[in-house]
């Protein structure tokens, strides 16, 4: 199972980006989609998650202007950021809990590698 995170960008304070990712591998299911950030010398932060029932939790930092959705037949999460400020610049991670058609009922979590989001003031 891979992730591939895309999307990143420079945006003014104030606008918005969006961000997707894409699930691809041998995947035989999914159930958490979620999103980390990561600033500079500061440790790897939750934004939110998405559950396989579509029920969405975000943390404070980002509640009311992040929105994160899923499209389970094409296995892919998205985050779209509005209203975005500078504190808001890091690099974004994607990961999934998720299930590889060849190791059974084994859920893991996945990571992808990154985009970056920077916010200018």
């Known amino acids: 199972v891979q992730l591939q995170a895309s999307g990143g960008g420079l945006v003014q304070a104030g606008g918005s980006l969006r961000l997707s990712c894409a699930v691809t591998?041998?995947?035989?299911?999914?159930?958490?989609m979620g999103w980390y950030r990561q600033a500079p010398g500061k440790q790897r932060e939750y934004v939110g998650r998405i559950t396989e029932f579509g029920d969405t939790f975000y943390a404070d930092s980002v509640k009311g202007r992040f929105t994160i959705s899923r499209h389970n037949a094409e296995n892919t999460v998205s985050l779209q950021m509005n209203s975005l400020k500078p504190e808001d610049t890091a690099v974004y991670y994607c990961?999934?809990?998720?299930?590889?058609?060849?190791?059974?009922?084994?859920?893991?979590?996945?990571w992808g590698q990154g985009t970056q989001v920077t916010v200018s003031s």
């Open positions: 591998g041998s995947i035989g299911s999914i159930q958490d």
């Open positions: 990961n999934s809990y998720a299930r590889e058609s060849s190791l059974g009922a084994t859920y893991l979590w996945y």
